[in-house]
């Protein structure tokens, strides 16, 4: 018998064990062509999740009511109609909160079990493993010597974040969910400092952790967490972001729905890319713009409106208008000779 | 003489004519080496001058009590202690809100004026069109057919981010402050459709006018605008942020001092990179990632921590742990055999 957790009941903010339903089945006795029958074994469990709960708009389809919870899995093959695999092959699938799955070959990747235990492919080799190495190394950058902040530091993505950002030459700090957390974060991954955040004055701790700024903070918490990191934010700081957790239960409900944390939530769903720039920092393309530009003003294809103030005591009044959007174009104040 | 625009209070909020203060004074009689004289002739007035006025960190000082207002100017050479400018000639400079200016070799630009107007160096050659150049192409990155916004759009940034926009095959889409300059921004300078921010169903307007999403929203304003824009943009949608003048007169005062209005000021002023991500959008990393990670696990150098429950059917009540932080590390179930 296939014992499954489907989603019972959509839940309004924090879930509740009711709004599981635990359900047995038959085994699928029928494997189609490229597909494969497994066994799972170990079940991951992640905070994204919750998300699939809802039936929201985000980057995956939610989980149907009635249907069963997806995830990841380490399973067994028991049957297999492809000959990439055999019976009593380890493989990683999204074999869902079930006993068995059937499952197309092109979901399922063999596992190398000898050196490496099972569980490390749902963590540190896993997509929480690869979510921490995707997003410190090529969106968040760190080199020697900068801070690089995470949240939930002793879990699967945090962790490696911390030892990944540890292994470029930066310093790493965490911030995790009480002392035992805390901890375990600075004596098992290496972390120079580690911040409670349930602490009164977290704010206040954090920044003494990082005399010098915040260089990389990896977004995966939001909410009051990151209103406690961005004062703290360095000049040409990188925030990738892989997941707000703090407000996954908050999502149908309404809760914590500021526009930070609203915005925030769009740019993760919608992997935007959000960079602020002064126009000097683009000092060595400045000639390319000249040389690209300057001909074609000259011939008129780019056009120009210009807003000319006379004289040199108008500049304020001119400027105060400027300020309200009272000019065409581009204000200008003509200094005549006094 | 020389007749010079001063800081004479620092404005709370809006600022005031009574703010500034026009001082006469003699013109510099001396010019060091390497420095030059000039007379200002054209003036360029914008809105970051509004942020200088204010004692906040930005990325540039702020004016000092009693100095004279910052400004570019194009300007024409008195003296010259420096071989490179001679007498007459007529040059682009930081002469400030005055008639007269000394000012270093290293600041001063000559310019053509055969044949290209001196006004356009202060617009579309000047800062303004260089902000714009950079900003859009090197980090909005349009590509044919996608939807670009700018606000201010009649405005020496806003009109050249319109018309970069559409050489690069893009359709631009104008935002700005009521009837004449939505026309203008249509007639002059091409944009396919031009929306009043001022009008009581703006966002519903901009939202007719993006049907297909937004794909580069280049952000100058901040406020209600960007609140408009951001339910319209689209996966993988880049904002550069080069201004937030809706907030400019804010900042001293606190008004709109919502955590997203602070959040997009300290991503222009510290200019953050912000970038969602979902671990599938870098499987062509994949690779790397195994190759990189899997010996250093299979060594022990990358650490692990996992919390593993025994049972399926012990998987949602371990699930809720998780979303309240309970676990310690990657949070696994293992399948028991039923």
Chains 1, 2 share one sequence.
């Not at 004596?187 to 915040?214: M, V, W």
């Amino acid at each position: 018998m296939n014992r499954q957790w489907q989603l019972n009941r959509r839940p309004v903010g924090e879930p509740t064990i009711s709004d599981f339903k635990l359900v047995t089945g038959n085994v699928p006795a029928r494997v189609a062509e490229n597909d494969v029958l497994v066994r799972n074994r170990l079940l991951s469990l992640d905070p994204y999740m919750r998300w699939r709960m809802d039936d929201a708009k985000s980057y995956a389809p939610a989980v149907g009511l009635g249907e069963v919870m997806v995830g990841a899995t380490i399973s067994e093959v028991l049957q297999s109609q492809t000959p990439e695999f055999k019976v009593g092959d380890i493989v990683a699938a999204q074999g869902g909160w079930q006993d068995y799955a059937v499952v197309n070959r092109k979901a399922v990747r063999k596992l190398d079990v000898d050196q490496i235990a099972p569980e490390a492919y749902l963590g540190v080799l896993g997509s929480p493993g690869f979510t921490a190495y995707a997003g410190l190394m090529k969106i968040g950058n760190p080199r020697p010597g900068e801070t690089v902040v995470v949240g939930a530091a002793t879990g699967p993505v945090g962790s490696m974040v911390g030892q990944l950002a540890r292994r470029t030459g930066a310093r790493a700090v965490a911030i995790a969910g009480g002392a035992e957390k805390c901890g375990i974060a600075t004596s098992e991954f290496g972390f120079s400092a580690a911040i409670d955040h349930r602490a009164p004055d977290f704010a206040a701790q954090l920044a003494k952790a990082c005399p010098d700024g915040i260089d990389v903070y990896f977004e995966n918490i939001g909410g009051e967490v990151l209103e406690a990191v961005i004062p703290l934010l360095n000049d040409f700081a990188r925030i990738p972001v892989c997941g707000v957790i703090s407000q996954y239960s908050g999502l149908a409900s309404g809760e914590n729905e500021t526009s930070l944390n609203r915005f925030m939530r769009d740019i993760l769903v919608k992997r935007l890319l959000v960079r602020g720039f002064i126009v000097t920092d683009f000092a060595d393309i400045r000639e390319e713009f000249d040389q690209t530009i300057a001909p074609l003003v000259a011939s008129g294809e780019i056009r120009r409106l210009e807003d000319v103030v006379e004289g040199l005591e108008q500049a304020p009044h001119a400027f105060l208008g400027l300020l309200r959007g009272k000019n065409r174009g581009k204000l200008i104040v003509r200094i005549d000779d006094d």
